[in-house]
């Protein structure tokens, strides 16, 4: 470092716009696929209903049949399978909804509540909405793909916080293209205004969105579990999922020992599962958010176990039911939660768009289609603005600055996002290593001359 070059407290305009680039390059792609996933299930509540709308509306003649009544149907029609839930019919002309255990698959059937008729079965993991949720969060690919997403959310973060920097005025004159588009321009001051407008207006949402989606994430999220372990934070199960490991296969393995002392009996007669009305008496007058599943005992207990599965979280409810007489032995709330536990389940509901409504979803599509807008924008610059037969990026600062500010920032993202920081480490050698060595390489990302130069 050239000690006549004064230490700067920011790092060098060039630099950062260098790693925006960068981090565009990286994540746009993914991003345009999570809005997309994202923006289809922010609305699972109507999909699902418009899905099913041809078992919550049935003829119902006569005196419909008991839950285990349904539930046995529902067994009968799968040899081998054990219950595992029943959910709480939200009409008395729907459908009854038991989900049971088959080899380890949990299986949802839908059976006729007068005539026990079995309508539709449906593997749990073959839903439409469990599948565009593996989509979004594991692209198909189990934990390789959670691991990829949240590469790419991470380095969306980076491109968001250097986009902000990037976009800060400077000598700007008036609010056109800061805070407004100046619409009256065309070319590259249109998209250019366009692109960093729109940036500013949607980047806080994004950040949330991007945030609140780590605790997901199989690297980050078993990241989170250690913190918590090592601060006495910890809990014994937490209210969200990580990574592809807690499948609803995974789910329906750990239920394998509910009633394991009903499956004992020969044959497929009939189980008694005259408790579960029992317990549908004692849960409906509570009017807990739906889906409200009725879970059967597990082995060495007789007490059953109703919780609400809604996706506002802040609705969640669990009991633990007598078997012999209903009566609610323990009720654990959502106010009841670690803090912790209590924020990400509230980041997670409006993540979902399901926290205040259909508010929460109009603006997470808001927040989803200017993300699409902004990423096509920055494609259309970068196009613009490219020579043929390179790269385009941003040539790199010729006598890089230290700067301590921008230390102790990289040192607290890389302790918040590791993923990012091993990733970047990993690019840096390599470009310093090897492309800046390979002269068609370096020349093609505007490294030629500056092979030791930092971006």
């Known amino acids: 470092m050239n000690p006549s070059i004064p230490l700067k407290p920011w790092p060098d305009y060039r630099a950062v716009w260098r790693w925006h680039f960068y981090a565009g390059l990286i994540c746009i792609p993914f991003i345009i696929w999570l809005a997309v996933t994202g923006s289809i299930y922010l609305f699972k509540p109507q999909i699902e209903a418009w899905l099913d709308r041809p078992y919550d509306h049935l003829a119902i003649a006569g005196q419909p049949a008991s839950a285990a009544a349904e539930v046995n149907a529902a067994l009968a029609a799968l040899p081998g399978a054990t219950l595992r839930d029943y959910e709480l019919p939200r009409t008395p002309d729907a459908a009854a909804r038991v989900i049971v255990n088959r080899q380890g698959e949990a299986i949802r059937v839908y059976v006729h509540p007068q005539t026990l008729q079995i309508l539709k079965t449906v593997p749990e993991e073959s839903r439409l909405m469990r599948m565009i949720f593996k989509l979004h969060g594991e692209l198909l690919i189990g934990n390789t793909g959670s691991v990829i997403v949240e590469l790419a959310a991470s380095w969306a973060i980076i491109m968001i916080i250097t986009g902000l920097y990037l976009w800060w005025p400077r000598q700007a004159q008036g609010l056109g293209g800061i805070v407004y588009p100046r619409l009256g321009n065309s070319g590259r001051v ?96 509570l009017n807990l958010a739906p889906p409200v599943l009725i879970s059967p005992p597990k082995k060495n207990s007789m007490n059953w176990t109703a919780r609400s599965d809604a996706q506002n979280r802040p609705l969640r409810v669990n009991l633990v039911l007598d078997g012999r007489t209903g009566a609610i032995l323990e009720r654990d709330d959502f106010k009841d939660h670690h803090p912790i536990d209590r924020i990400v389940g509230i980041g997670i509901a409006a993540h979902e768009g399901q926290l205040f409504g259909w508010p929460n979803q109009l603006l997470g599509i808001v927040t989803a289609s200017s993300l699409i807008l902004l990423s096509v924008s920055s494609v259309v610059l970068w196009w613009r603005r490219r020579s043929r037969g390179i790269l385009g990026a941003p040539e790199p600062s010729q006598q890089p600055r230290f700067s301590f500010g921008l230390a102790i920032i990289i040192l607290m993202l890389a302790a918040y996002l590791p993923l990012f920081a091993a990733s970047a480490v990993i690019i840096k050698l390599f470009e310093k290593l090897v492309l800046s060595r390979i002269p068609a390489a370096r020349d093609w990302l505007g490294l030629a001359d500056t092979a030791h130069v930092s971006p």
Request: a negative charge; one cysteine or more.
């Open 190 to 285: 249109f998209w250019r205004d366009l692109h960093a407008v729109t940036g500013f207006w949607i980047s806080c949402f994004v950040l949330f969105l991007l945030l609140t989606g780590l605790p997901w994430a199989k690297f980050w999220g078993g990241y989170f579990k250690e913190i918590r372990q090592l601060t006495g934070t910890a809990v014994a199960q937490q209210d969200w999922t990580s990574g592809a490991a807690k499948s609803e296969k995974a789910a329906a393995m750990e239920h394998m020992d509910h009633s394991e002392h009903m499956t004992m009996s020969s044959g497929n007669a009939a189980q008694d599962y005259s408790a579960l009305d029992r317990m549908i008496a004692v849960v409906r007058p």
